[in-house]
């Protein structure tokens, strides 16, 4: 099987990605695939999915370089851009409104944020984060040129392209594990890289919208990054919490 065709048998297995894995009693099988780290299940309603070793993978800042140059356009670097640069959840983001960015002090409220039934919340609770002044420069040049106002939301890839963009691309920069990916794992990468700068955990965990425990067992240690690094995350990520590191 190639790059591609596993690509789309995974697309056709992982429609529900990021959903948490079925329980044990609905389980009837977990085999191996030919891609390291990747098994496929089925459940026992027949739909089949897929578990990954590793779901802590994230980019360093050559792998995410690489990456957003092979983006084909500006649809694509708008939405990667917001990812990457928010640290937000792809539902949060795909639901955010012109109305939802403050453009001169350089924020945006997530409206739409994941529920936590487990800690007995029964609606969405919205949270207002900071993002970069040249994150903000780019959503104002995509909004004028999109034309779009008010309650618009921003016309970025819907969620199976973003899924479909970030697999195929990752192939086509010759990422090895590249399907050890999922659009979750931008979310880590920028929670690691905000950690490598030196910003705080209880930060980050308010910032991303999780508690103490998951950024704990999600995040790794800063002294895997060098130096280099260091400096192109600064690059990448602009003036993102940039008081904060003077």
């Not at 990021?18 to 191996?32: A, D, H, N, Q, Y």
């Not at 937000?88 to 994941?114: G, M, P, S, W, Y």
């Not at 999922?182 to 690691?192: A, V």
Request: hydrophobic content about 35%; aromatic content about 8%; some cysteine.
């Amino acid at each position: 099987m190639n790059g591609i065709e596993a690509l789309e048998k995974e697309l056709r297995l992982l429609k529900g990605e990021g959903k948490e894995e079925p329980t044990p009693s609905t389980r009837i099988e977990l085999t191996e695939t030919n891609q390291e780290g990747l098994k496929v299940g089925k459940q026992s309603n027949g739909k089949k999915y897929s578990v990954r070793d590793n779901r802590d993978r994230f980019f360093f800042p050559n792998e995410w370089k690489k990456f957003y140059q092979y983006l084909k356009n500006d649809k694509q670097k708008i939405t990667f851009d917001l990812l990457l640069g928010t640290g937000a959840r792809v539902n949060e983001v795909l639901h955010i409104k012109v109305n939802d960015i403050d453009f001169e002090r350089h924020t945006i409220i997530l409206r739409v944020t994941k529920t936590k039934a487990k800690k007995g919340e029964k609606n969405s609770r919205p949270r207002i984060i900071a993002i970069s002044s040249q994150l903000s420069k780019k959503l104002k040049t995509h909004i004028r040129r999109k034309g779009l106002t008010g309650d618009a939301t921003l016309a970025l890839l819907s969620k199976p392209a973003i899924h479909l963009c970030l697999k195929s691309t990752l192939q086509r920069v010759e990422i090895k594990d590249w399907y050890m990916f999922s659009t979750h794992n931008i979310r880590k990468t920028h929670g690691n890289w905000l950690k490598a700068l030196g910003i705080e955990g209880i930060e980050i965990c308010q910032r991303l919208g999780h508690d103490m425990n998951t950024f704990l067992h999600s995040y790794g240690s800063p002294d895997i990054f060098n130096a280099q690094d260091k400096v192109d995350m600064r690059n990448i990520l602009g003036d993102l919490y940039d008081r904060r590191l003077k």
